[in-house]
């Protein structure tokens, strides 16, 4: 029977959804605009408000085994849920009170003929929860698609148990963390086996009922809306996927059993001893932790978790090297009560490369079954590719892959161990990554929407959302509006983009109201965060004089947003509107030369004292054509990247830096700025970090922006048309003397591949999807490229030729 249970219990915590849960779309129509007839429930002896993780389980008979058994399910915070002792899915994904999702399981292959038991964990962490996580109040729902499966909603027939095993671990580091508390987890106090059939629930007591469910589109008799407005889970489950350490890289111990890291063969720890193990995952991860474990009674387990480890001095140093370093970071605790087969899972996942397992035994030794992991994350698949003559770039594209995957769960995150928070600075970039690899703009959507419904009355949005505690960071609404633009460029969703204008329009008119008399932005309140730079006139992200008023640097972010929404306010014939918007960039741009421009530097300075200089300010300046007509902009990028008295773009907005790069014809110089992604893998991040070192996140979204450049700029593909109904291919191989990249658009792969002789002479072939055509551009030759296979062939800046076939090899 022990041996079964252990069997069950493996099961329990390892099945991933995505090899059984099947999320469906399918829902009762009824259930979007109708009060649902399950209802939300809780503990009768919880006040709702209070830290608690509680035990719902109910039991059901069906005759025959169902084909489809679909339910609707949620909870706050938030729930695991378990069929017949088997892990189904969790959620729900992380939203907001307006639009509280569920998720839609058929749960048909979990059912069997006769009795079954349905369970499920559902956690308040209170003021211990993440602040990405909001609330309402504890709560659970389930409710049946139809009648059939009515049986299984939920009220007072459901039973309930606080689980009192579990209690906050506060995480005390020195830098800003946001992620809230890891868990202590007393196994003495858990009712173990309690999924299971044969589990005596007799004295638990009956769910509270709270309120029912209502849908976004249900309200009351008098207008008034439930604490939550339930909508349907717009995005798949999170990839959960089992994996294991690669080795430990420093031990108390004489010796270890060979197969323990491979799970084959146990770990003892003598009784009354005192040992540490350092995990070594070998590259960041996030994933649930899983610890297998037996007898030890009143043995105490600390979990530590690190992106990497620090030296006497906090510093980092090389990623890949422990010497004299040590490990601080995020803790979970677990306390043996001396069984067997005891599996403990957190029931958030951790952000981890180095896991220090810290263990203290009392009078009887603790066995270590087996240590693992599962990986969770939003479910991109890397359907682009880029490969070149240089393998830095390769590697480079590898760790910044893996960037971005680690930064997108059930929102983007700006970074998954210190914050988790979906920040518009770094989203717009995850966005871009996230279609050109991936294909999928499911995510991006998904933000687009929540941002645009995080805007406060004052007329612009929150900086990050979800969020249960507001910031503000204007420059961040202005990115808002440059990601629908590039939505709008990237995917034919019309409808979608033109529900965003009235938005756009609000916080542009937000920025107008604070033209002062020179024709620039006066003084903008909150926080200004436009790069981590430190240099003189800087303050925390804040460049000169943007409090004070006449910031160069915000006046045009502000032009460069308004240039990118005329041609989405065109497009939707609001030519008025766009008409009004071009001539007040025009305005601004004027004022900003007039105010800012230095003829001695040949550049736009900070603010109108002329006393403090950026890259910024140039590189915006750039992309906005606020130089003259006649000036030269490959002159102007060459100094702006030479100069190192300037104020220098970090990882963040070096993101414009390039983008400034192809504006001026200068974009064959992208790759010779790659140095701070080349000293990060060689410091042996896995991941790209936030800032150059010293830094505080080693994993953070933005800078994966060369990901997107190898594509968009390298390969040079890029829409022509909104909708991505043609593409423009314009090459930039710079030092590069062969590519070959693949780029999923909707219609299929385009695959570029190319050699380059010398700076006159390039070849190779073009590959287009059925119904898209576009134009090809090298060394100012323009030539029409079609479905199929175009063959190129380029001589001394000449078309020698140019030849479409139509091979779908």
């Not at 609707?72 to 378990?82: C, E, I, W």
């Not at 009648?147 to 020195?174: F, G, M």
Request: glycine content about 6%; hydrophobic content about 40%.
């Amino acid at each position: 029977m022990q041996k079964y249970i252990a069997k069950i219990l493996l099961v329990l915590f390892l099945v991933s959804p995505k090899l059984f849960a099947q999320q469906v779309t399918e829902i009762n129509p009824e259930l979007l605009h109708k009060p649902w007839t399950a209802k939300w429930i809780s503990c009768p002896d919880n006040s709702n408000s209070e830290y608690g993780v509680y035990l719902f389980r109910k039991e059901i008979s069906i005759n025959t085994k169902p084909d489809e058994f679909i339910i609707h399910v949620s909870a706050d915070n938030r729930y695991r849920l378990y069929v017949n002792g088997v892990y189904v899915c969790n959620g729900p994904a992380r939203s907001y009170l307006f639009k509280w999702n569920f998720e839609s399981i058929d749960i048909s292959s979990y059912l069997h003929s006769g009795k079954n038991i349905i369970s499920s964990i559902v956690w308040n962490f209170a003021e211990y929860r993440p602040l990405a996580q909001i609330s309402a109040q504890t709560g659970f729902i389930l409710q049946g698609n139809s009648k059939t499966e009515s049986i299984i909603n939920t009220d007072t027939s459901w039973v309930v148990l606080k689980d009192a095993a579990y209690k906050p671990l506060p995480v005390r580091l020195t830098q800003y963390y946001a992620m809230g508390a890891g868990e202590e987890f007393d196994c003495d106090k858990h009712p173990w086996n309690w999924m299971l059939q044969d589990y005596n629930a007799s004295g638990w007591k009956h769910a509270r009922e709270v309120a029912a469910g209502k849908p976004v589109s249900c309200l009351g008799e008098w207008g008034d809306p439930s604490i939550r407005l339930l909508a349907q889970r717009e995005i798949p489950l999170m990839e959960e996927k089992s994996q294991r350490f690669s080795k430990i890289r420093r031990s108390d111990l004489a010796s270890l059993p060979d197969g323990f890291l491979n799970g084959k063969t146990p770990l003892t720890i003598a009784a009354n001893s005192k040992v540490k193990l350092l995990f070594d995952q070998n590259e960041l991860t996030t994933a649930y932790p899983i610890l297998n474990f037996s007898k030890g009674g009143g043995s105490i387990i600390k979990l530590t978790y690190a992106e990497s480890l620090f030296d006497n001095t906090g510093n980092k140093g090389n990623r890949n090297d422990i010497e004299n370093k040590q490990i601080t970071g995020n803790s979970d605790i677990v306390i043996s009560d001396g069984g067997n087969n005891r599996i403990f899972q957190t029931l958030w996942w951790r952000t981890f490369r180095y896991v220090e397992m810290e263990i203290t035994t009392k009078d009887e030794p603790l066995i270590v079954n087996d240590f693992s992991s599962i990986f969770s994350a939003y479910p991109l698949e890397e359907e682009a590719s880029f490969n070149c003559d240089n393998p830095l770039l390769k590697e480079i594209w590898n760790v910044g892959w893996r960037t971005q995957r680690l930064c997108a769960n059930e929102t983007f995150f700006d970074c998954p161990y210190y914050e988790q928070l979906q920040y518009i600075g770094d989203t717009r970039i995850q966005a871009l990554v996230s279609t050109y690899v991936a294909g999928d703009a499911g995510l991006t959507k998904n933000a687009i929407s929540a941002l645009r419904n995080s805007r406060l009355p004052l007329g612009i949005t929150q900086s990050r959302f979800p969020c249960s505690q507001t910031q503000i960071i204007p420059t961040f609404s202005l990115v808002w509006v440059t990601m629908v633009y590039d939505y709008w460029m990237l995917n034919d969703d019309p409808v979608f983009v033109k529900s965003m204008i009235p938005e756009m329009q609000e916080i542009l008119n937000w920025f107008g109201n604070r033209i002062d008399a020179t024709g620039m932005l006066g003084p903008v309140e909150w926080w200004n965060f436009v790069d981590w730079t430190y240099a003189k006139g800087w303050d925390n992200g804040n460049p000169p004089a943007s409090h004070a008023g006449g910031s160069s640097i915000l006046s045009l972010q502000y032009v460069y947003t308004l240039e990118k929404a005329v041609k989405v306010f065109e497009a939707y014939k609001m030519n008025d509107m766009a008409e009004e918007y071009k001539k007040l960039a025009a305005k601004i741009k004027k004022a900003v030369y007039k105010e800012c421009y230095d003829p001695n530097k040949g550049l736009i300075a900070d603010t109108p004292e002329k006393n403090t200089f950026s890259q910024h300010a140039n590189v915006l300046a750039v992309l906005t054509n606020t130089f003259l007509e006649t000036a030269d902009k490959a002159q102007i990028v060459n100094a702006v990247v030479n100069d190192n008295d300037l104020a220098q773009c970090t990882l963040y907005f070096r993101f414009y830096l390039f983008e400034a790069l192809e504006k001026a014809g200068q974009a064959d110089k992208f790759i010779n700025l790659l140095l701070p992604w080349e000293q990060m893998t060689k410091a042996g991040l896995t991941t790209f970090a936030e800032t150059p070192d010293p830094t505080r996140s080693d994993c953070h979204a933005w800078s994966a922006s060369p990901v997107y450049y190898f594509l968009s700029l390298v390969a040079g593909v890029k829409p022509v048309s909104p909708g991505f109904k043609s593409v423009k291919i314009e090459p930039h191989l710079g030092s590069l003397k062969n590519i070959d990249a693949i780029i999923p658009h909707r219609l299929g792969n385009i695959h570029v591949k190319l050699q380059q002789e010398n700076e006159n002479h390039l070849s190779g072939d073009i590959t287009l999807p059925n119904n898209l055509d576009g134009i090809f551009i090298w060394n100012g030759v323009q030539r029409q490229l079609k479905e199929g296979v175009n063959n190129i062939e380029i001589r001394n800046k000449h078309i020698n030729h140019l030849k479409t076939s139509y091979s779908d090899k």
